[in-house]
């Protein structure tokens, strides 16, 4: 029960993580996004920096895995979320964001070969339409007549360099140590987005902060960016990854509810049909997954008491 009430407060700072960025929408995004990795970074300092010290060595060794973990994930999602938020509406991209586990199994069918089935295929598709569902309000039969909000494209790009960022850890990460190898992805995100903001401040200029939006940066670098990792990674080591990630299907709810209480978007009836789809979809392909992981054990155990 204890890891159920932590995975339930990762989904409340995730779906806060795009409200948050959709309220400080006046902030360039490129300036929201190195706010927060900067603040991340100070606060995971004094965490990750003796064991990233330590293992300094496979960081070297390893540079390129990190490289493309930290320009998918780390630095190159966020901003794509924060500059999406500018144009599109926080529950089209809490939306568009569930549908992650679904692109990133399609990706490993097809860089990784990983054979899927029926019940994957069912989800994958079931999971994309109610995307589109939701980002065309219901009108998938005109969908090449429409013209694409800017955002929706941002956030469709985003959601591959997640999937992409998911393959990576789960092939590279183990050579890491956990908190060194997100504190160093975060400094270099830092010293990636670096130049970046300063030419978006050449351009648009330095922006005033505010209190609010200073409130709002620390919240992005503090809850979704340490604390909801840290409580997802101790409800991973009770429950089992499979079973945990489950719970990131709910995001595009609490963001719906959050989105129709705090920011007065108008959630239609189109847009909780498209989010059940969804959700629905992503279920199907993670159980899938899970019911293949269980068959596979038992047929290990079996040749072992064999």
């Not at 320009?71 to 809490?94: E, K, M, P």
């Not at 941002?154 to 997640?162: K, N, R």
């Not at 489950?246 to 989010?275: H, I, K, R, W």
Request: glycine residues 8%; proline residues 4%; contains cysteine.
């Amino acid at each position: 029960m204890r890891a159920y009430l932590l995975l339930m407060l990762v989904v409340v700072f995730y779906a806060g993580n795009i409200l948050t960025g959709k309220a400080l929408s006046d902030l360039p995004p490129l300036t929201i996004a190195f706010g927060r990795i900067a603040v991340a970074f100070l606060v995971l300092l004094p965490i990750g920096y003796r064991s990233a010290w330590r293992s300094r060595h496979l960081f070297v060794r390893h540079w390129k895995p990190l490289l493309l973990m930290t320009v998918t994930g780390i630095a190159g999602f966020n901003t794509l979320i924060y500059s999406a938020l500018q144009f599109t509406s926080a529950t089209n991209v809490s939306v568009l964001e569930a549908s992650i586990p679904a692109v990133t199994v399609l990706l490993s069918f097809w860089l990784l070969r990983e054979r899927l089935r029926p019940l994957q295929w069912l989800g994958i598709l079931l999971s994309l339409c109610g995307a589109l569902w939701v980002v065309t309000n219901g009108q998938l039969l005109r969908l090449a007549e429409m013209s694409w909000n800017i955002g929706d494209a941002l956030m469709a790009v985003g959601t591959v360099f997640w999937a992409v960022y998911s393959m990576a850890v789960k092939r590279y990460l183990h050579l890491f140590p956990a908190h060194g190898a997100v504190l160093v992805m975060t400094g270099l995100s830092v010293l990636c987005l670096l130049p970046l903001v300063i030419g978006e401040w050449t351009i648009v200029g330095i922006p005033p902060i505010s209190g609010g939006q200073w409130s709002g940066l620390l919240y992005l670098g503090i809850f979704p960016s340490v604390i909801a990792l840290l409580l997802y990674n101790r409800a991973v080591a009770t429950l089992g990854a499979s079973q945990a990630s489950v719970f990131l299907n709910f995001v595009p709810v609490f963001t719906m509810f959050g989105a129709y209480v705090l920011l007065d978007e108008a959630v239609s009836l189109m847009q909780v049909l498209g989010a059940m789809a969804v959700i629905l979809g992503v279920f199907f392909t993670t159980r899938s997954s899970q019911a293949s992981a269980r068959n596979k054990e038992r047929f290990v155990v079996a040749a072992d008491e064999t």
